[in-house]
């Protein structure tokens, strides 16, 4: 076949199997079966082998995944995606209505109304009416980049149908979720593979769609479904309604089920009459969300920091249904954190099977009174781990003794420590349950800083059982690490050395390792330069500590708790056993002496011998400060490769200038006079 008939027939294929697409997973309407489509498929994979230069990002045979990416890459959303207000009452919607009448000045206001879908928000982009880029809402302004995840997405259309007016430019939002059948089928299928189950189609959408390897995600059924453009070049649809046809003219799947309302009542009848299918819809929904319909007086409302004022989510309320509290156990996490859970006989709560929900704390069993035996109404609130909504009172019943928290941690037997309604278990560096957060965050940037000792490879350690302490990862062979998956010779050697590195570390560092509660980063400098050395610190009682100005009650409370559980210090003791020194921090006294004691340090630049949080660690130990700005009252700049405009403020103020060098020496001859 010549050149140019290849890529016709390889256009005509793609654009006949985009229109099946289109027709199954949006319309809902095929019109040829499956068989004939997988030929379809099978041609255009055959062709586009044959000529991998002629593979277009919009072709469906990306649908298929990519190779699997390192990381998410975070990116920055062309607009704020906002959250939105809620409300469950009718006076609450009937409040909203009245505001927008005053805010608007009119008589009568026309809204859109349309399902809250229950999964997560997407920013799709369309450049020419290509599908280039997908990210995930993340924290409103800074998304996760999901686009090959997305591709894989049926319904999602890869190319815009292209007969009405595309604009150059589109971003719209959507969201991803998984139909309840899909959803089932696939905790079937995890589970058969001895998987963990998701607890609801949210958790399983989300999990699905933050993959790294795309293939898996092409295996999870997702769908989208769009419900507002966020940028668009050329001209913007006048109102909500309109922006939906639109969407739905370019092929992007817009809510069918939707109405246009001239008045809060009929919204309010929307409202209704969605909730009493909410059960028969194949898919979770938690509500209705109102949107003022015309864009202009979208505009003229703005918005609140987070949300819009011209829309709201009416929500459901929540789904409760019945059951009997078989069990209470307790829980610990991975803090320490002990947590009552009620086992329940099993029962359907809006499609999803609950046997267990949180008691949250004692306080609120106590103030729910829930005992082992007891009926309870169970609820899910659209999202997270379900609760018991309040006991259910049956008469004649004979209850059982009410609940206890244990004094000890049901997995290692330490003593449990209090914090308000909060108990905890102290046996942090002996307590399996704590074991693998607590190694994390040992080895962790501000902590130990072990490189290669990433969650992986901690979880491995701790279920082979190689590591039960954190003085077990000192005694680590490479034999044992070889056993693990994922290494070989020169990657165990790489992490033992590591792991040797971090023996030597600096006393704020190692306090902040031990993972004390109320211990981070800042208080355990705080201690480090008060008391300077590890035993002084652990001998400290609460009113030497609570002397010190950042230190309250409570942390001088978690200090005591922890050094009194023997076996913390026992667990030192080891650590120091195996080749743990600790350094000396400065003492108070100490560092006002030190000749760089309140001098300003600013950094430009790529430095060689010390990430930055080491050469802060430095400037700090010496009792000197980092900025991040150059000002008259700077007292050093240091100079890296690649300097920025600092460099040349710090000229243009006479501020003395460092290099790498020299400040190593600066700070290294202060290490000398300490020791
Ligand atoms: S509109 C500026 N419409 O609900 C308007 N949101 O709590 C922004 N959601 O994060 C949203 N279905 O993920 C809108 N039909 C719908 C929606 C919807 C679900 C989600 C969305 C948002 C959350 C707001």
Same mark, same amino acid.
């Given at each position: ?323 009997? *509290? ?5 829980? &610990?996490?991975? +803090? %320490?954190? !002990?947590?009552?859970? $009620?086992? @329940? #006989? ?69 003593? *449990? ?5 909060? &108990?905890?278990? +102290? %046996?942090? !560096?002996?307590?399996? $349950?704590? @074991? #693998? ?86 208080? $355990? ?89 080491? $050469? ?60």
């Amino acid at each position: 076949m010549a050149h140019t008939d290849i890529l016709a027939k390889l256009i005509a294929l793609r654009d006949e199997i985009r229109r099946h697409d289109y027709l199954y997973y949006v319309k809902d309407r095929p019109e040829i079966s499956d068989s004939q489509y997988d030929q379809l498929f099978r041609d255009l994979l055959e062709l586009e082998q044959a000529h991998p230069e002629l593979v277009t990002t919009d072709s469906p045979s990306q649908r298929v995944g990519a190779p699997p990416l390192q990381e998410l890459v975070k990116v920055p959303h062309e607009q704020p995606m906002l959250s939105l207000d809620s409300i469950v009452e009718e006076r609450e919607v009937q409040a909203f209505d009245q505001r927008m009448k005053r805010e608007l000045e009119a008589q009568s206001i026309e809204y859109s109304a349309e399902p809250k879908f229950d999964g997560l928000s997407v920013e799709l982009t369309y450049n020419h009416g290509v599908f280039t880029r997908g990210a995930t809402r993340g924290d409103g302004t800074i998304g996760e980049d999901v686009t090959v995840n997305l591709r894989t997405i049926r319904s999602l259309p890869l190319q815009l149908h292209a007969q009405f007016n595309l604009p150059d430019h589109l971003v719209v939002r959507g969201e991803v979720y998984m139909r309840l059948d899909d959803f089932q089928a696939l905790n079937r299928r995890i589970t058969e593979q001895s998987g963990d189950a998701f607890a609801n189609p949210r958790n399983a959408a989300s999990g699905s769609l933050r993959q790294l390897d795309s293939t898996i995600t092409a295996t999870r059924p997702l769908v989208v479904t769009c419900y507002e453009i966020m940028a668009v070049s050329g001209t913007v649809p006048p109102t909500h309604w309109d922006e939906l046809e639109t969407l739905a003219q370019w092929s992007l799947p817009v809510p069918t089920h939707r109405r246009l309302c001239t008045s809060i009542d009929e919204v309010m009848a929307f409202h209704r009459e969605t909730e009493s299918m909410r059960d028969q819809l194949p898919y979770e929904i938690d509500g209705v969300v109102v949107k003022v319909n015309r864009r202009d007086w979208q505009s003229r409302l703005g918005m609140k920091s987070r949300s819009p004022r011209w829309a709201i989510a009416y929500k459901f309320t929540p789904r409760k249904e019945i059951t009997v *509290v078989q069990d209470i156990v307790v829980s &610990v996490g991975r +803090t %320490g954190t !002990l947590t009552p859970v $009620a086992l @329940l #006989k099993p029962v359907e709560v809006g499609g999803v099977t609950i046997s267990r929900a949180t008691l949250h704390n004692a306080d609120e069993v106590a103030r729910k009174d829930i005992r082992i035996g007891d009926t309870v109404k169970v609820e899910r609130a659209g999202d997270v781990i379900p609760a018991i909504a309040e006991r259910v009172p049956v008469s004649g019943e004979r209850r059982n003794a009410s609940f206890r928290m244990p004094d000890h941690c049901p997995i290692c037997g330490s003593a *449990v420590g209090r914090e308000g309604a909060y &108990v905890y278990c +102290t %046996g942090q !560096l002996v307590c399996g $349950a704590q @074991l #693998k957060g607590a190694i994390e965050h040992f080895a962790s940037k501000h902590a130990l800083n072990i490189e290669g000792l990433g969650k992986k490879t901690v979880a491995m350690l701790v279920e082979q059982k190689l590591v039960r302490s954190l003085a077990d990862l000192y005694r680590l062979t490479k034999d044992d690490l070889i056993k693990l998956d994922g290494f070989a010779d020169r990657s165990a050697t790489l992490l033992l050395e590591s792991i040797a590195g971090s023996k030597l570390v600096s006393l704020d560092r190692f306090l902040m390792g031990l993972g004390i509660r109320q211990v981070g980063q800042h208080i $355990a400098k705080v201690l480090a330069r008060e008391f300077g050395s590890l035993d002084e610190i652990m001998s400290a009682d609460r009113e030497r500590l609570q002397q010190i100005r950042e230190i309250g009650p409570e942390i001088s409370e978690s200090l005591e708790v922890y050094w009194s559980e023997p076996r913390n210090r026992e667990i030192i003791a080891q650590l120091q056993e195996l080749g743990l020194q600790v350094a000396l921090g400065l003492g108070s006294a100490d560092r006002r002496k030190s000749p760089l004691a309140g001098k300003t340090f600013v950094f430009t630049g790529g430095l060689d011998r010390f990430t930055r949080d080491d $050469a802060q660690q430095a400037v700090e130990t010496v009792g000197g400060r980092v900025a991040s700005s150059v000002s008259k009252k700077t007292s050093y700049v240091v100079v890296g490769r690649d300097p920025g405009s600092k460099l040349d403020q710090a000229r243009a103020l006479g501020v003395t200038i460092l290099t790498e060098q020299e400040f190593a020496s600066l700070i290294g001859k202060e290490e000398k006079e300490i020791s």
